[in-house]
C-alpha cells in the first residue's frame, strides 16, 4: 500500500517555497525538517532517520525527471545540491509507502520524482528577484528554439541566506550563499 500526492506547478508558485526540499513540505504525506540552513532531512510516514547522527535522505529514492539524484559517496540526497528552478518544475510527485521492489535501492520508504518542464515550454526570458530578512535571491533564465523539434533552455541563480535561529533566539552561524549556472 502506498499514499501518493501530487504537487502542482500552481501550488508551488503560490505557496511562496525556495527549494525542492520546501516544496516538500506541501506533501501531507512527507515530513521534511530543516536541519541547518543547508541541510534537510525527509521522510514517509515517521521514518526519517535520526537527525543527530545522520543528516541526510537515503530511504526515499528521490528522481529528477526520472533519474535518481543520490551521491554516490554515501548513498543519500544532499538537498542543496539539487537546486533546481522551481519556475521550471512542472510537479512533483510524492509516494510514500515500500517502493524498493518497484523501483529499486533507496526507496524504501517511498519514491519522490521532480519533473521539470521541457524547454520547448520556457521559451523568452525570465527574471526573479526575491528579498527578505533571511534570505536574498535573483534567477535569471532563457529560453529558445533551435529550429524544428530542439529547444534549449539555460538559467543562473544566486541566493544568500541567513543563520537558522537557535532556541535562545542566537544564530547558527550557518548562512551561506551560492551561485549555480
Request: aromatic share 8%.
Amino acid at each position: 500500500p502506498a499514499s501518493i500526492y501530487v504537487i502542482t506547478r500552481e501550488e508551488i508558485m503560490r505557496s511562496g517555497v525556495n527549494s525542492i526540499a520546501e516544496a516538500l513540505r506541501l506533501a501531507p504525506n512527507m515530513q521534511v525538517t530543516r536541519l541547518t540552513s543547508t541541510e534537510y532531512s525527509n521522510g514517509a510516514r515517521g521514518f526519517a532517520g535520526h537527525p543527530d547522527s545522520q543528516n541526510f535522505s537515503n530511504k526515499i529514492l528521490i528522481l529528477i525527471d526520472g533519474r535518481s539524484v543520490y551521491a554516490p559517496l554515501f548513498s543519500g540526497i544532499a538537498f542543496d545540491m539539487q537546486d533546481v528552478l522551481l519556475d521550471d518544475v512542472d510537479r512533483i510527485e510524492v509516494i510514500s509507502g515500500p517502493g524498493a521492489t518497484l523501483w529499486g535501492a533507496n526507496a524504501m520508504n517511498g519514491v519522490i520524482n521532480v519533473i521539470t518542464r521541457s524547454a520547448h515550454e520556457t521559451p523568452g526570458t525570465l527574471l526573479r528577484m526575491e528579498g527578505g530578512s533571511r534570505e536574498q535571491a535573483v534567477a535569471a533564465r532563457y529560453g529558445g528554439s533551435l529550429g524544428g523539434e530542439s529547444a534549449f533552455r539555460v538559467y543562473a541563480k544566486w541566493f544568500d541566506r541567513g543563520d537558522t535561529e537557535l532556541a535562545d533566539g542566537a544564530g547558527a552561524q550557518d548562512d551561506w550563499q551560492k551561485t549555480q549556472l
